[in-house]
């Protein structure tokens, strides 16, 4: 009868009184913002290098210096030059590279800047009058390559075509990009572990000053015989409550965040214009590894706190006569 009569809650330690439900939950929900920043950081990272290195990778630029010369056409490109009505003593160095563009394997498509383009393209350099300057300019490629096709493969049969030309491509800013990415991964992981070792940290405080808030009582009912298990087990599902409440509440203050640099990010994602965007369409924008790491916050935050208040309570109660 008197365990039906007992409250299937009871707080038998008052360790609602002991361990506030204000501070502890306050710390932790600003510990949660700071990591789900970090990962924001981290994931944006990845998802920007992901873009940029799919589309960088496979874009080349040639430029041909004196496009308007006669071409020397190697003797294995005469059967091909008959074959277009071209001879090699009309086919300029700029024909020839954009025949051999357009014939080789793994190029997409291969783009000849027209004089308007060149002019926009120096006019940043050069100022407004760069046909005034009568420099000597190059006929200049945009190639785009097919998936797994190499640079490198392209630039013999280009120089050969026009000797002095240039093939310029993007490997070294990739990989200057891959290390940055990393280093904001490493930079972002540090954070998370920071935020752990905080917030172990701050649960063993708070436990301890529970334990010590209720040193009496503790030391009444484990004198009376309660056993370890029993008050650790109360102190740890107090502490747990607390940690994911706050876990909870760092989670809902972080997403309006998160949903503004969503709306700063779209159009350099998508390549549209800046348009306001609706709540749900920002949503979907997340990506998910991130709606994933943000997931396992309030877990991986109960969990750390149920462990480090077990440890902090057994290790108190050990020294007890």
């Known amino acids: 009868m008197a365990r039906s009569l007992r409250p299937a809650r009871a707080d038998d330690l008052g360790l609602k009184r002991a361990l506030s439900d204000r501070l502890l939950p306050l710390l932790v929900a600003a510990m949660t913002f700071l990591a789900a920043m970090a990962l924001a950081g981290a994931v944006a990272a990845a998802a920007l290098a992901t873009h940029w290195r799919g589309g960088a990778a496979t874009l080349i630029t040639v430029q041909v210096p004196l496009p308007e010369s006669p071409a020397a056409a190697p003797p294995q ?9 071209a ?14 563009l357009a014939a080789m394997r793994g190029v997409s498509s291969a783009h000849r800047l027209t004089g308007l383009e060149l002019h926009a393209l120096l006019t940043p350099w050069l100022g407004p009058d760069v046909e005034k300057l009568s420099l000597p300019l190059p006929a200049v490629f945009e190639v785009s390559l097919a998936p797994g096709a190499q640079a490198a493969a392209l630039e013999p049969d280009v120089i050969a075509a026009a000797p002095g030309s240039v093939v310029e491509h993007n490997a070294a800013w990739l990989e200057r990009l891959a290390v940055l990415v990393r280093s ?44 370890d298990s029993l008050i650790c087990g109360q102190f740890a599902g107090r502490v747990t409550i607390l940690v994911l409440g706050g876990a909870v509440l760092g989670l809902i203050l972080a997403m309006p965040v998160l949903l503004s640099l969503a709306q700063i ?11 306001p965007m609706q709540p749900a369409d920002l949503l979907r924008a997340l990506p998910p590894p991130l709606w994933i790491g943000l997931a396992t916050l309030p877990p991986a935050l109960g969990l750390i706190g149920f462990v480090t208040a077990q440890a902090t309570v057994r290790g108190w109660l050990a020294q007890l006569p």
Do not use: N, S, Y
Request: proline share 1%; with cysteine.
């Open 77 to 85: 490109a005469a059967a091909a030059l008959a074959a277009t009505g």
């Open 87 to 100: 001879t090699a003593a009309t086919e300029t160095r700029a024909q020839a590279v954009a025949r051999l």
């Open 184 to 227: 904001l991964q490493g930079c972002a992981a540090l954070a998370v572990l920071v935020v752990a070792f905080i917030a172990a940290a701050v649960v063993a405080v708070a436990t301890r000053a529970g334990l010590a808030a209720r040193r009496d009582a503790i030391e009444i009912v484990h004198g009376l015989g309660a056993t």
């Open 265 to 275: 990010a779209a159009p350099f994602r998508e390549g549209a214009q800046a348009v």
